[in-house]
C-alpha cells in the first residue's frame, strides 16, 4: 500500500531539503495544476495565475526549510499563492492607475473544454460563466478567498481556515456573505 499524498509530500520535502532537486521538481509537478486553477479563478488572467504559480513555487522553495512536514504541503502552498494573488491584484490595481483599465480576459476557459450540446446551449452557458467570473473578480479578498478555496477548489471550512489564518466558523460566515453578495450582484446582472 502506497503512503497518502500528504505523506508523500512530507518525504518529497524531506528529500528536497537534503538537496534532491528531482523531489522538488516532483513536488512541483504534483501541485501545479490545482495552484493554477485557483490562481487563475483569482485572478481572472491566465498569465497573472501563471506568474502567481511561479512565484509561489520560489517562494515556497526559499521557506522549504522552515516548512513543518507535520502539516499539510498543500494547504502550506495554497497559502503562499494567496499571497502571491493578493500582491499580484496590488499591483494590478497601482498599474491600473497609472495606466487605464485593463481588457478583460474572462474568455478563456479556467479548465479544458469539455464537450456541450448545441451551439445556443454553449453560447448561453458561456455568458453565463462570464457574468459568475466577473462577478467573483468583484468580490472583496475577504470574501473571494474563501469561496474560491471551498466551493471551487474543494477544499474544507478548516483546510480553508488554516490557509486563511481564521477559525472555520469565521470561513463559513464568509462563505454565506461571498455567496449573498454573488446572488445579488447575478440578479442585478440579469436586470441589465
Not at 471551498?150 to 486563511?164: D, F, K, P, V, Y
Amino acid at each position: 500500500m502506497s503512503p497518502e499524498p500528504a505523506g508523500q509530500d512530507a518525504d518529497l520535502v524531506r528529500r528536497a531539503r537534503a538537496g534532491e532537486e528531482r523531489a522538488y521538481t516532483l513536488l512541483m509537478r504534483r501541485h501545479k495544476e490545482s495552484l493554477y486553477r485557483f490562481a487563475r479563478r483569482y485572478t481572472g488572467d491566465s498569465d497573472e495565475a501563471y506568474e502567481v504559480v511561479q512565484l509561489t513555487f520560489i517562494s515556497a522553495w526559499k521557506a522549504l526549510a522552515r516548512f513543518d512536514t507535520n502539516r499539510s504541503f498543500d494547504i502550506w502552498l495554497r497559502a503562499i499563492a494567496l499571497n502571491k494573488c493578493r500582491d499580484t491584484a496590488r499591483r494590478a490595481k497601482i498599474r491600473s492607475l497609472v495606466f487605464g483599465p485593463r481588457t478583460s480576459r474572462l474568455d478563456e476557459p479556467v479548465d479544458p473544454a469539455s464537450p456541450l450540446p448545441g451551439p445556443e446551449i454553449i453560447a448561453a452557458e458561456r455568458d453565463e460563466l462570464r457574468a459568475v467570473e466577473a462577478a467573483i473578480l468583484q468580490l472583496p479578498d475577504g470574501l473571494k478567498a474563501p469561496l474560491i478555496l471551498t466551493a471551487m477548489e474543494g477544499l474544507s471550512m478548516s483546510e480553508t481556515a488554516a490557509i486563511l489564518g481564521m477559525t472555520a466558523k469565521a470561513v463559513e460566515n464568509r462563505l454565506y456573505r461571498a455567496r449573498k453578495v454573488l446572488a445579488d450582484a447575478l440578479k442585478t446582472d440579469r436586470r441589465r
